[in-house]
């Protein structure tokens, strides 16, 4: 069994990027999704797509703590609900493998076949990461003797989070990810207790790249002038239920007080007019 950790946090992209995820995972025998929310409590509509993979999934929450006073570059990204990840499995899992597997990453099917045989930490490349565009390890007769990482400074296992996977019975039970950006990995394997001559090269000996750091482009929720219960109540009902199930999902949000006029374009025979959405009641 391949446990899949998924770290996720409510944004416009969140939706589209765990749909994605969840559409590769499909393809995939013996796999068991753990999505862990930085919220205080399960997001519905990411519950919704869990069930409708009809994968089996445990979905957890762990909002990450208020950073409030720390510029946002460095507050590290996915650590409480990637830690919760980690309680759940300690507890329950006796035996497979783990993948951490962000929600914004492409995965290849073909990694599922590799990391499957992991028998302490294994790593293999990862596409499109910083400077040189791929960061892996460097393997000399079968064996890794270094990396391939444009920021190694610091760091004993220059990896990316996509870059390794461990089997269930190396998860040291006292070993977790820092509140350190940069470097969660290196703190966690370190704790770990790995070391770089036990590690398995995969993917062909290092040779092909079978996950990318993929990057959506952000969106900022867009807020919409107007009144969703008005809506709901008008004539053009659709809108209101379209609008709010977006609002549910983090996308935009609307509300009579300020954000974008904007407006609908109607057709009546062959008369055009626009009606703005705080128009309509
Ligand atoms: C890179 C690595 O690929 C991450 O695995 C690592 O956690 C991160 O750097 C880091 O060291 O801070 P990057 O693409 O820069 O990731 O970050 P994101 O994709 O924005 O976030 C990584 C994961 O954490 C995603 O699954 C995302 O949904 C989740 N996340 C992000 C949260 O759960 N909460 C947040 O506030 C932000
Ligand atoms: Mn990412």
Known sequence: MIYFVTPTYPRPEQTPELIRQAHTLMHVP???WIVADDKYKCSRHVLGILRRSGLPYTHIASPKPNMKKVPEWLVPRGVSNRRAALD???QFVTEGVIYFGDDDNTVDL???D????TKGLSMFPVGLIKEYGVSSPVVRDGKVVGF???WTYNRKFPVDMAGFALNVKSLNPTATMPYKVGFIENEFLKESGFDIENIEPLANNCTKVLVWHTKTEKNTPRILKGNLKAMANSRYQNLGKLLQELQKMDVLKVTPRNGTEAAV???HRDRKSFLFLADMV
């Open 148 to 150: 391939f990482e444009s």
């Open 30 to 32: 013996r796999i068991h």
């Open 110 to 112: 073909e990694l599922f």
């Open 114 to 117: 590799e990391i499957r045989t």
């Open 88 to 90: 759940w499995i300690r």
């Open 265 to 267: 374009k109607l057709y």
